[in-house]
C-alpha cells in the first residue's frame, strides 16, 4: 500500500521560511498535492505537482523529486495565519491518500 | 461558484438512529468523495463517485451507504453507527481530469454517536 512520511510538528517565527517534507514508498502516482486545514476547518488546496520540479504560488512553492520519493511545500514570509496543518497527499486516479499532516505553528 | 456546502454542520444520534448527511456543489464537477477524519489524523477515504456511480468503496462498513442522487447531490446514509464512528465526515468534488488534481472540501459535518 502506499506510505507517506511527514514530521509532525514545525515551529516557525513570523516572516521566517519554513520547509514541510513529504517522503513516501511508492510508485504509480499522478502528482502529488498539498492541503491547509486550520482547526476547525476543511482542507484548502495550495498545490500540485505532476511533473519533477518546484510550482510556485505566491508565498507558497512546492517540489517533487519522483527520483527520491520525495517533496516538500515551502512556505515564505510566514504569517501568524499560517498556523495550521498541512497534508501532503498522493494522487491515484480519483484516488486522493494523505500524508499524516505536519502542525506548523507561527510564533510572534 | 467554488462552495461545496454540507448539512447539518454538527450531528449527534444514538446508535439505533438513523440519519442522512448531505452535500451539494454547483460547479459542475462529475467527480465527489465521501472522508473520515478523526482528531488529529489526515482525512481518509470512503467513497468516490464518478459521473453519478460509485467508482471507489474503501472497504467501509456497510452502516454507511452513499447516494449520488444527481451530479450535484451527494448523500450519506447512516444507520446502526458505533460511538467510534463519532467523526467529521467531509464532502469533496473535483473536475474530471485535467484539473481533477484539485479538490473542494466542504466545511465538513462533526457526529458524534452515543
Known amino acids: 500500500g502506499q506510505s507517506l512520511e511527514q514530521p509532525s510538528e514545525v515551529t516557525a517565527v513570523e516572516g521566517a521560511i519554513v520547509q514541510i517534507n513529504c517522503t513516501y514508498q511508492?510508485?504509480?502516482?499522478?502528482?502529488l498535492s498539498w492541503y491547509q486545514q486550520h482547526d476547525g476547518g476543511a482542507p484548502t488546496f495550495l498545490s500540485y505537482?505532476?511533473?519533477?520540479g518546484l510550482e510556485e504560488t505566491g508565498r507558497f512553492s512546492s517540489f517533487l523529486s519522483r527520483s527520491d520519493s520525495y517533496g516538500y511545500l515551502l512556505l515564505q514570509e510566514l504569517q501568524m495565519k499560517d498556523s495550521a496543518s498541512y497534508f501532503c497527499?498522493?494522487?491515484?486516479?480519483?484516488?486522493?491518500?494523505f500524508g499524516p499532516g505536519t502542525r506548523l505553528s507561527v510564533l510572534p | 461558484d467554488t462552495e461545496v456546502t454540507q448539512t447539518p454542520k454538527h450531528l449527534v444520534m444514538g446508535m439505533t438512529n438513523k440519519k442522512s448527511l448531505k452535500c451539494e456543489q454547483h460547479?459542475?464537477?462529475?467527480?465527489m468523495y465521501w472522508y473520515k477524519q478523526k482528531a488529529k489524523k489526515p482525512p481518509e477515504l470512503m467513497f468516490v463517485?464518478?459521473?453519478?456511480?460509485?467508482?471507489i468503496n474503501e472497504s467501509v462498513p456497510s452502516r454507511f451507504s452513499p447516494e449520488c442522487p444527481n451530479s450535484s447531490l451527494l448523500n450519506l446514509h447512516l444507520h446502526a453507527l458505533q460511538p467510534e464512528d463519532s467523526a467529521l465526515y467531509l464532502c469533496?468534488?473535483?473536475?474530471?481530469?485535467?484539473?481533477?488534481?484539485?479538490?473542494?472540501f466542504g466545511p465538513g459535518t462533526r457526529l458524534l454517536v452515543l
Open positions: 511508492t510508485s504509480g502516482f499522478y502528482g
Open positions: 469533496a468534488s473535483s473536475q474530471d481530469s485535467p484539473g481533477g488534481e484539485t479538490q473542494y
Open positions: 505537482n505532476a511533473l519533477d
Open positions: 463517485y464518478s459521473y453519478e456511480k460509485l467508482s
Open positions: 497527499a498522493l494522487l491515484y486516479g480519483q484516488n486522493f491518500v
Open positions: 460547479m459542475g464537477h462529475r467527480a
